[in-house]
């Protein structure tokens, strides 16, 4: 089974002029995949142990699928221990900024060049990863901050739909999206390298390597923290002052070899997620 996906721009589809949408999805094994832009997600298994697949965010494709694969959400046991009193901060860049502008979280303004167009690859696959595409809210924020808005309302109905409250249950988050009592949600996406593709005029495509993280954090959790290893591809498309996205596909790997490394502890896992803010501004 394949597990990467993409999606192409076309135009005239449905009632919303040109800049819709085509997607290739993931077959279930079942035959009754949900549509969905960033790849396919299945209907709640009746086995808990079923596979499921993220739909809406390209990032986060490989690392939810083995997450999910893990069974139920959590199970009793003692509640992990009071986060420090000072949360996580979002961290930004120092020094003269990359960029002068600011969508909520998400960095714009990026310039019209090779360098811009990665840089913005690299800060959308953080954002398109981030745990704010769990929240119905926050979702359609980033969702409209990075994209071409001539293909935002196709993607926001079937994104929208694949994050239903079974699938959220699914991968052991409360049906609205919260994280359960004790628990602490991760999803973070950290880009490890960029290459431009290719790069012509108002156009460019750009591979964003990444290594990601997400599960619960905490005891009593039965998806513990895990990472994953993709590439991102991106093809950007220059609208007014700022690169956005036109599609997506990932493809897993390069992955390196596991190291020696002693796996944390549910409270140190939950204690960094709590001290160490992610970064607004990735290159």
Not at 172 to 195: A, C, Q, Y
Request: glycine share 14%; charged share 20%.
């Amino acid at each position: 089974m394949s597990l990467g996906d993409e999606h192409d721009g076309a135009s005239g589809a449905g009632g919303g002029g040109t800049g819709q949408t085509r997607t290739r999805l993931p077959d279930s094994a079942s035959g009754d995949g949900y549509g969905g832009v960033y790849g396919g997600a299945r209907r709640p298994p009746r086995n808990s142990r079923s596979l499921i697949t993220v739909v809406g965010v390209v990032v986060l494709l490989i690392a939810a699928i083995a997450f999910a694969n893990r069974g139920g959400g959590t199970e009793d046991g003692p509640a992990a221990d009071a986060a420090p009193a000072r949360d996580a901060a979002p961290t930004a860049a120092t020094g003269i900024k990359p960029v002068a502008g600011k969508n909520g979280t998400i960095p714009t303004g990026y310039s019209k060049d090779e360098q811009g167009a990665q840089s913005a690859a690299a800060n959308y696959a953080v954002a398109l990863g981030s745990d704010g595409m769990f929240n119905t809210a926050r979702r359609h924020e980033i969702v409209r901050a990075v994209h071409d808005p001539a293909v935002v309302d196709g993607l926001l109905s079937q994104i929208d739909a694949a994050y239903s409250p079974a699938f959220l249950k699914n991968v052991g988050l409360n049906e609205d999206g919260s994280t359960p009592e004790g628990l602490t949600f991760v999803s973070r996406t950290v880009p490890v390298g960029t290459k431009v593709i290719e790069s012509s005029g108002d156009t460019a495509t750009v591979e964003v390597w990444c290594t990601g993280l997400v599960g619960l954090a905490g005891e009593g959790s039965t998806k513990p923290v895990t990472e994953t290893w993709f590439t991102l591809t991106q093809k950007l498309k220059y609208i007014g002052d700022d690169w956005k996205v036109e599609s997506s596909s990932q493809r897993e790997g390069p992955t390196p070899v596991n190291g020696d490394n002693r796996a944390s502890t549910a409270d140190e896992i939950a204690s960094a997620v709590a001290g160490y803010g992610g970064f607004t501004y990735a290159r």
